[in-house]
């Protein structure tokens, strides 16, 4: 056998510090048999290969970290339209100001209520299909930047009372800007 040390398929020496990752488990499997490979041609030492399997293994645990760490701090971020607990006049605002696009949810629930003169979760989460669990945080958003008001009205669906939610001034300016004509 030969004390050489292959490299990886990528160039990189087959060490912790050296060898880039793999970015994906097929890539891991592929370079871990390589090695194994390299091993029982006598191309490498088996101790250098069980060295460099490990390197590629623990590589690739540390890159799964910081792709969780990414999209956990993606996931806590502050995203448009919303205003953390304390936040200051200025970003508050400015939340307020983020108009609903026509072409997302918020849009498309805050056009049903304007143009339906009124409407509960229920309506909306039936008419434009829209799952209950998304309608509910959109409209609450719509509520929050005061493009929607509870009316103090209610209607019957299946048994229960839902508020009828109704579009405030500024909820039918946007839509007369959004569609044009009256609201």
Known sequence: ???????TPNGMAPTSSGATPPMHPAE??????????????GRMRALDAIAAVEAEVLGYVRHLGDMAAVRDAQVTADAEGKVS????ATS??????????????????????VEGNGSTDFEIARDLRILPNSVRPR????????YVVDSG???????SDWVVWEATDE??????????GAA
């Not at 307020?96 to 949810?105: A, D, K, M, S």
Request: glycine fraction near 10%; aromatic fraction near 6%.
């Open 92 to 113: 508050a605002r400015a939340a307020r100001l983020v108009e609903p696009r026509t072409g997302n949810q918020r849009g498309a629930i805050l056009r049903f209520i």
């Open 85 to 88: 607990a304390d936040p200051a």
């Open 139 to 146: 409209r609450g958003e719509l509520a929050e930047a005061g």
């Open 28 to 41: 891991l499997v592929n370079r871990t048999v390589h090695f194994a490979e390299a091993a029982r041609d």
């Open 153 to 159: 009205r209610i209607r019957r669906h299946r048994g």
């Open 1 to 7: 056998m030969t004390d050489q040390v292959l490299s």
């Open 171 to 180: 909820g039918r300016a946007w839509h007369r800007r959004a569609f044009g």
